[in-house]
């Protein structure tokens, strides 16, 4: 790949904010989002090929993959062509992944990839904020209380002994935009 091009990986648990710098990182810093594929069921006011490609068992083995894991009973993974697609557009682009799926992206293109890890100063926010985003009370309870979630939770601390990875705690937002522009200031410098 490119040197030129970066990949800026959104990793944490649930409800730690993924989604939401994604969208941010598109609106503010125009970085394409690498559209990843599920079976997970569509969530109410999520749209196929914006949120994600939404796929049936059969379809999702389809796909050649970058990377692809099984989480919370359901599986995601990262095309080669979303990659591709996304390249066509920006050389910034922007990723939603958990973190087997951003260790796999630094260990496999560690020139263009940039993980921000992200967590929250008290975890019992977590499930307000799912119940805010409209998600049901057993999924929540599911998600918060599966391996993978602990692992995310874990894996923090991995990411923060990294090379190109940072850590972001999302508690309030303006401090978190604030972060951001920091970040984005010293990768652009370096870039
Ligand atoms: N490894 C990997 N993880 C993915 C991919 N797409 C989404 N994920 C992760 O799968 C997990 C579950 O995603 P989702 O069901 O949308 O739940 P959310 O984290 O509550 O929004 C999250 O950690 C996502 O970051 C992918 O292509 N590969
Ligand atoms: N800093 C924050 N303060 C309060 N609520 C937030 C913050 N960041 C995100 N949220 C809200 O929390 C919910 C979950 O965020 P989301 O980005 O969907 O998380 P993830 O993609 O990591 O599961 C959404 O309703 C979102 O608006």
Redesign the pocket.
Known sequence: MDYMKKIVV???????G??TICNYLQTEYQMEK?I???T?PQ?QGEIHGR??YFESQASFFQHE?L???E??H?Y????KT?IQKAFEKSDWAT????????K?YLEQLPNETIVISLTVATEGCLQGR?EK?G?SQASIEQ?LASH?TKR?EERCDYFASQKNCYVIVNDDWQATKQKIADLMKELQANK
């Open positions: 959104l990793t944490g648990a649930s409800g730690t993924k989604t690498i990843t594929h599920t997970r969530r949120d994600y993959y990377e692809s894991v989480y919370d359901n995601y993974g990262s095309s979303g990723i939603v992944l958990d973190s087997e799926g951003a796999a799912l985003r998600d998600r993978e995310d």
